[in-house]
């Protein structure tokens, strides 16, 4: 009896190890990517985005694949830990047979697997993590990002901000990389447009441990003209029902980065804040033109609307695609190379991943948010081509270590 | 002058759910001596549960009501995992029912994931209390001042539960003497399980209360549990005052410290904790732990003999074919026994010291991504050679150990572990704040081997050669007269001083070493994956190695390092699931109930009583 | 006669009380001496101060003429006092001769040496003074499953594996059946012949006390009240005043200095 289940068990163990195999040698003909995301620990904003890839994934092999070849992503959950991300990129690239890697949004798991690639000669495209390490000071030839990163976006706030005659600015951001590069460059592209602006107050909560009726008042302490905010998600919605309530933002210009983005603002209802100025994805408004198919394509797939995850994830097998056509082949070198100076056609225009740094042209939507039928949305906005708020090709190449 | 007394008051305010959840983890401490670490997650189902309430319990009076009502329903579910899961293990070793509530974790967080989505909830606000009052002209939210009121009358009735009925008296003689109310002819299985309700309600009524204040989401567990936590130990585990007054300490002192120091939120109530527990070791109102102050609680541990030729035999003959991987199997089987291998030597050191030593740390990744940050700023700073790195990093987490285990070695018991949490949140946190130097969270990237270790397979024969011989190291010296001495320590600290040992250098030195061995772990893993970042220095990460060593077995020599190698094995397998920390979880609260004295030690106690082997066999 | 161990005016207050009060006793060179009084006299007191548990308020202690007043337990113990415990203190985790050469091991300062296998460290010496508490044969079994007498006289193994010149012994006898108090006394003043080693023991049973002591020193609310030969002790009047006339007193700090 007892010896039954034991080979009972070691058979389904045998069947379980040779199922890898099984879909592998189906699938001969897909060309792998291997995706690694904070699918668990992210949920909220890693499921519109592995939609978004699905959808273009869906287009694409539909119209016959990338070389008369399928596409297909492997994704994979990380937890959100950098060790945990390294030894799935392992993986993917050894055992699934993965040609390139994309994916994360936190940056430190961005960073982890951007050295990782640089050591073992693999191409990464960094989808959503927005450090500027990424392709400046710590960047590498196997690492390109997608995203607009925190300077680009900061500097489209700073750029804005700088036409007010506001003078003295407090800032809240999480205590923590992402929080002081935001503030780091907005201060940096602010002061550059207007040397004269002078910044009162510093404050910096735990990231989703804010004790927002503090920091709340130590922010209307200061008396700032403006107020720049890096705060997101439950912090955000914290921040910014203590601010209402106890009228912090009233009179006052309060730039907020990625505040518009429907991630950050739909779970605050109608307790969105008013005219802010911020950078978001304004998909309501987007009937025409490349935004508009997308969207339109998106919420027919899904019956949802886009997140800017969702977005991104398109514009990623989006990228991923040209590359591997420029490139007529998946060897490392060949993809690595194509996406040197590789211009896509996306539903934000025609970006350029550029050969200087690596980092893609893609922009951000600016605008002003307000409530409308219980939701926030953003209003007045505009496109902001990444191109305009790149530090110059001198300042680049001091920060990028030498290749 | 307004300005402060407007701070006060929001501190006050914010001290509200701190307090309500701490007393509820102090009361349950006091009376059952379990810590309970999903104490956070009846506080997030108590938010979840209050949130879906409200929406369908309409008006001021559906709002209080569905506040209430939440308070009920956590305290029911509380009272489901006292039966279900803690009941069974009362007999188990010391602190194993922390184990079980980290199962509980687990399961509770895929849960809530499942029912409410992984959307943040925006908790909504309370009717008729929306917008602010002036008080001397300041602002304060209307529900604030509620919140002022509610608490402390919680408090009060609280204090005349505890004080005026025979229940309360019960429990606060449970508190001072469990086998007393034993005496007494009270069902105290009865007993704890009420007090746990009890606990779980007031953890549910406090995540259900700061709804107006945030909102539900899934991270909210861990981030109450930490600041609960120094609450408790503060105020004194047990102790209700206590948790009152540390509640308010922390909280006033967090609003001062936003205004006044904005970058010391992540550290400021770990200085007030190590303060506090530097002039009272008990915390402001605890007492002295009486409990395991002679030798171990539960069944004394196996007396411990050199490994016999048989299992050497065994033991060789696995390692022989763990060395020929390269030659069957893949780069990733490497980099994956690579890891493995790590977290079995850095398990393997904390086991040392739970386990040869007696010592609860709660705190050990400090000295494992001590030895990796060592290794990683030597590589980034001074170009230093990987060589040497591999040499001064082991070296300066055992400073380190030395150094904080000097200090906490004043303390015992619960507050001895907490004090070791204590100084490793400390240490992450500088490392997290100072940026220029450490990276902050963007951490130290470009760390990789020299050249000639530069290869997969070479590296991996590395880790091998190195956290084996770690391995046997520490297994060696449980053996030899300094780890006769550590056990002599900790089965009668008194026996062992009247016969001539210096308990307090025997322990500072196991603390150190098993230090010096965890850093070596972590330099280990710097080099294999090229970076590291804060996250080796979390609590997460010295749980994951306590866990497996409950898991494991803490009695058993083995313990360690096969809980290690088995539950990373099964993590593995598990990751690929949607819902694995369910999995994850269950399979944890089932080897605690199963298997009470971990892995190792009820096989050898089954396969003892089947008669495969001799009773005594290692 | 010479003088082992003595105390100078030994006393110890405890806020208000005094716990002992002024006591000078002195212990002779292979001398069996009790230590007696009703609950609440001081013996446990003296005791800890004797080993260096507490410290006095005033007054010394000197072991061969030099003062050990204040020295750590552990100290004492190097100084060549052995002691054994009213409620058994013995590593549960080691087997019986493991505990004993514990006692050896720290004895010839082996204690941070990580090389040997400790169990292959003084096997014979162990052996030996498990042969004289009549242990060897028992010396692999798991201490945690002896019997209470047994643990007993592994503890006196134990105490002695130092050497020491002075043995002291709290309440050596209590928690056993009769016949195996009388074995352990036996054995005890056995040993005194053989090495020499001079004994202070407290104890509540005056059977055992006037069957094995050479001497008896009797305490009563911290003060000593009297000393003498069994003989002596048993017919003077103010001891059986204080042990049947009412003078019997429950104190409470008795209890608590034992935890």
Known sequence: ????????????????????????????????????????????????????????????NGDGGVMGRPLE???????????????????????????????????????AISSYAAEKEYVYLASEPLADALVWSAGNPYTFRLRAST???????????????????????????????????????????????????????????????????????????????????????????????????????????????????????????????????????????????????????????????????????????????????????????????????????DILFRSIDNQSTAGAYVGTTTVRDGKGIMVDWVYKDGADYLLSDEEVMALRPAE | MEFFVAQILTGLANASSLFLVACGLSLIFGVTRIVNFAHGSLYMIGAYVGYSL???????????????????????????????????????????????????????????????????????RSPGLRGVVRIMGEPIPKYDLALLVITPFVALSLWYLMTKTRLGVLVRAATQDREMVGALGVNQAWLFTGVFGLGAALAGLGGALQLPKGGADLLMDFNILTPVFVVVVIGGMGSLPGAYLAAIIISVLNVFGVTYVP???LVLMFIVMIVVLMVRPYGLFGREEVAGEHGQVGEPERPIKPASNKARMIVGAGLFLLALLPIFGSSFSLVLATDVLIFCLFAASLHFLLGTGGLVSFGHAAYYGGGAYVAALLVTH??????????????????????????????????????????????????????????????????????????????????????????????????????????????????AEAMGIDTARVQLFAFGFAGLMGGLAGALFVFAKGSVFPNELEIARSFDALIVVFLGGVKTLAGGVVGAGFFKGIEETLLRFEYWRLLMGLLIIFVVIAAPNGVVGSLRKGLERSGLIKAGDQ | ?????????????????????????????????????????????????????????????????????????????????????????????????????????????????????????YRTEALNLLEMVNMADQADRHCATLAYGDLKRMELAIALAHDPKVLLMDEPTAGMAPKERVALMQLTADIVRDRGVSVLFTEHDMDVVFAHSHRIIVLNRGELITEGTAEEIRNNPTVQEVYLGGGTVFGSEEGAEHA
């Open chain 1, 151 to 349: 300077y680009m976006q900061a500097a489209m706030l700073a750029e804005e901000a700088a036409k007010t005659d506001a003078v003295t600015y407090a800032t809240i951001a999480p205590n923590y990389a992402y929080g002081k590069d935001a503030v780091a460059a907005f201060k940096d592209a602010l002061t550059r447009l207007r040397p004269d602006v002078e910044f009162v107050a510093e404050q910096w909560p735990g990231v989703f441990k804010i004790d927002a009726g503090a920091e709340v008042q130590a922010l209307e302490r200061s008396k700032p003209d403006a107020i720049y905010n890096v705060t997101f998600g439950t912090d955000l919605a914290k921040f910014v029902r203590e601010g209402t309530d106890r009228g912090l933002f009233d009179g006052r210009n309060v730039y907020g980065l990625l505040s518009g983005e429907p991630e950050y603002m739909d779970p605050l209802g109608d307790e969105a804040p008013e005219g802010w100025t911020v950078t978001g994805y304004p998909w309501q408004d987007m009937t025409d033109g490349p935004e508009g198919e997308f969207v339109a394509a998106y919420q027919a797939r899904y019956d949802d609307y886009p997140r800017i995850g969702s977005l991104v994830g398109y514009m990623t097998v989006q990228s991923i695609a040209a590359a591997l056509e420029k490139a007529g082949s998946t060897e490392g070198e060949a993809i690595r190379a194509a996406f040197e100076d590789l211009t896509v056609a996306t539903p934000m225009g």
């Open chain 1, 1 to 60: 009896m007892k010896r039954k289940s034991f080979l009972k068990g070691l058979l389904g163990f045998a069947t379980l190890a040779a199922m890898p195999i099984a879909t592998i040698a189906n699938a001969q003909e897909a060309i792998v990517i291997g995706e690694i995301n904070h699918y668990k620990r992210m949920a909220a904003f890693t499921a519109p985005y592995k939609q978004g890839i699905e959808l273009a994934l869906e287009e694409i």
């Open chain 2, 263 to 265: 970058q010391s939120t």
């Open chain 1, 73 to 111: 992503f492997i994704f994979r959950d990380d937890q959100g830990e950098p060790g945990e991300a390294i030894k799935i990129a392992e993986e993917l690239m050894s055992n699934e047979g993965a040609v390139m890697l994309t994916g994360t949004i936190l940056s430190n798991v961005g960073l």
């Open chain 2, 382 to 495: 001074a170009n230093t050679p990987m060589e040497l790195a591999f040499l001064l990093a082991p070296l300066g987490a055992g400073l380190a150990a030395l150094a904080i285990g000097w200090v906490c070695l004043r303390l015992t018991g619960v507050y001895f572990a907490m004090l070791t949490l204590a100084f490793a949140q400390l240490i992450w946190s500088l490392v997290f704040q100072w940026g220029d130097v450490t990276g902050g969270d963007d951490g130290l990237l470009n760390i990789w081997p020299a050249e000639w270790l530069k290869s997969t397979s070479t590296y991996f024969y590395f880790t091998l050669i190195l956290a084996v011989s770690g391995i046997i190291l520490l297994r060696h010296i449980a053996h030899s007269p300094f780890g006769y001495a550590l056990r002599a320590a900790r089965d009668s600290k008194r026996q």
């Open chain 3, 1 to 121: 006669m010479t003088v082992v161990l003595e105390t100078q005016n030994l006393t110890k207050r405890f806020e208000a009380i005094v716990a002992v009060d002024d006591v000078s006793l002195q212990l002779h060179k292979g001398e069996l001496l009790a230590l007696i009084g009703p609950n609440g006299a001081g013996k446990s007191t003296c005791f800890n101060m004797l080993m260096g548990q507490l410290k006095p308020t005033s007054g010394s202690v000197l072991l061969e003429g030099q003062n050990i007043t204040g020295l750590k337990p552990r100290e004492v113990w190097r100084q060549g006092v052995g002691r054994t415990f009213q409620i058994t203190a013995t590593y549960t985790s080691m087997t019986v001769i493991e505990n004993v050469q514990m006692a050896l091991l720290s004895h010839h300062r082996q204690v941070f040496s990580i090389l040997p296998y400790a169990t292959r460290k």
């Open chain 2, 54 to 124: 409200i929406q369908v319990l309409p008006g001021v009076v559906g709002f209080w009501g569905a506040i209430l009502l939440a308070g009920i329903v956590v305290g029911i579910i509380g009272v489901l995992i006292e039966m279900l899961v803690l009941r069974p293990v009362y007999k188990a070793p010391e602190l194993f029912q922390l184990v079980a509530t980290f199962g509980v974790i687990l399961v509770i967080q895929d849960l809530a994931l499942i029912i409410w989505g992984p959307e943040d909830l925006l908790g909504p």
